[in-house]
């Protein structure tokens, strides 16, 4: 129950931290190479627009999960090699 706390934690943390993220570059996000703005612009819906811009966030996010997972991943190494030792150092 403790590992699942844990790992709950640690997730919210990431997804807070990707959201924060993506707050703080959405205006950067609206912003665009300067053949790419021309061509959406010249369309009348910016439909196209808004999901090339909705695509670019959702890819930023993918690096802070995988990020998240790595570190997830070495902590809970660290901390089974931890209580192993700590088992070797009881039964001696």
């Known amino acids: 129950?403790?590992?699942?706390?844990?790992?709950?934690?640690?997730?919210?943390?990431c997804c807070a931290f990707a959201k924060a993220d993506?707050?703080?570059t959405v205006a950067a996000s609206t912003t665009q190479?300067?053949?790419?703005?021309?061509?959406?612009?010249s369309e009348e819906d910016?439909?196209?627009?808004?999901?090339?811009n909705n695509g670019i966030k959702y890819l930023m996010v993918i690096p802070y999960i995988?990020?998240?997972?790595?570190f997830?991943?070495?902590?809970?190494?660290?901390?089974?090699?931890?209580s192993?030792?700590?088992e070797k150092h009881i039964e001696s």
């Open 1 to 13: 129950m403790k590992n699942l706390k844990q790992v709950l934690v640690v997730m919210f943390f």
């Open 22 to 24: 993506l707050n703080a």
């Open 33 to 41: 190479c300067a053949m790419c703005r021309a061509v959406l612009e």
């Open 46 to 52: 910016n439909s196209t627009a808004k999901g090339i």
């Open 66 to 70: 995988l990020v998240g997972g790595v």
């Open 72 to 82: 997830y991943f070495v902590y809970k190494s660290r901390k089974n090699a931890s």
């Open 84 to 86: 192993e030792s700590q």
